[in-house]
């Protein structure tokens, strides 16, 4: 069995070691400074660049991503008026609400915009599902715990694929093909369920036919690709938005609360770690990078967001990881440093069952919750000097489903309201996420691209 070997050691700056190696012990066995084990054929042939940082401070790899910015006007200019050969639904005309939407000029960055609703009060919402692999039948099922979410069309590279999984989850249409469910007058919402490689293209193609999007996590593979996604929607006044269920969740809701009400005083550090033990095959979306593989974006996700959620952008990323034998991080450590002085510890692997665990730490108290924290059952809250006190996932704040019917109904809230993003999930914490991942991936010396080609397959 190939496995990583040997160890190549690069160093991509930083500082603030003291702390680290005090209060995140991988840091004090890998030393102050940014690290990467490697299998020594890749580092041999490969070495890991050292990424220039100004006064010495570890890599900001997110300035240069944003020159899609051209190609973005080029495709907004085409919004909803993709032809698709072959197929008679080509001739889809734009609802007058969407054309109206489209021609709204886009407003400044980082605004929630009112638009006219996509889906009128007085009728549910038909979703239609992209691929049908396994969290596609997790949305399946959950989208019959929200009351007026509709199974209205799923759509596979495979046909008979399509038919069987619409069969299975009582879903009225099967394509055979992605673009015909986006070609689809009567599909809503589409929810994007394809590998992260492949959810750029299918996403772009969606905001063209004017569907809004629900786009599974991680958003994209790249910084750039995800502003494309981002722009184009907000361009063409549809709805997009990352499927970061766990942001959802009542009980995470509740601890959000909590944390900006000051319930721990001024947040000074957060740990979050997330990781299984996955074996390796080839074909396996985690192993192959074709598929966007690696532990950063599959796993570490949710720490990085959920440390984004508490704590905002950060300023600097440091990272240390181990490559395995089919090129992507096996795990990874990201220590993010925040211009408040507060600071989140990141743990993530995909060959460790790391528990699941998330710490905030304030002046005043701490909420620790326990494994898993990205759909936790409880949380516990204790303040100085007060009893604990123990947050459970029950009554009002109970999980309902698996938990993807929490931001079914967020989505199915905006489209209603006419909003083009959401308040919980916005796009700049989008793209806030997908910077940290970047930047830590690049420090890795793992770099992804987007599939531009998933569409040709179907
Ligand atoms: N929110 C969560 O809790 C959660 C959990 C797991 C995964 N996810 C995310 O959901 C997405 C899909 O994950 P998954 O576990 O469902 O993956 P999966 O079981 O491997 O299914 C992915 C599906 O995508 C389609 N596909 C399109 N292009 C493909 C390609 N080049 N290679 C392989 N499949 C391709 C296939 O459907 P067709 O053959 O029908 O076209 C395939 O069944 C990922 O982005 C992942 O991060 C989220």
Redesign the pocket.
Known sequence: MLRARSVAASTVGGSNSDHAATHWPWMAVFGPSTTVVRPSRRAASSPTRVLPVPGGRTTHAWREPFAHAASSAARASTCCRRSVPGHPVAAYALPESTAARVRTPAGPPGSVRRMTPTVPPDRPVRWGI?????????MARDLGDVDDAVRHAV????RL??QA?AEEHGFARAYGA?EELLADPDVDVVYV???????HA?ALAAIEAGKPILV???FTVTVAGAADVLDLARECGVFAME???TRFLPIVSRIRELVAGGAVGEVRSLSADLGFVREMERW??LW?K???GGAV??LG?YPISFAQMILGDPVRVQVTGTIGPTGVETGAGLLLDHASGARAMIDCSMVTPLAGRVSITGTGGRIDIPPRF??PARALLVREGAEPEELRAEGELATVG???AHQVREVQRCLRAGLLESPVMPRADTLSVMRTMESALRGLGVEHSE?PD?LL??
Do not use: N
């Open positions: 992209v691929a049908t692999g396994g969290i596609a039948a997790t759509a596979s590279r495979d694929r399509a999984f992605y369920a394809t590998p992260h490689r492949q959810h299918v599974e996590k991680a499927a970061m269920w396996d979306r192959d074709d598929q966007g974006l599959d996700v990205h759909h698996h938990g993807f599939d998933v397959r179907t």
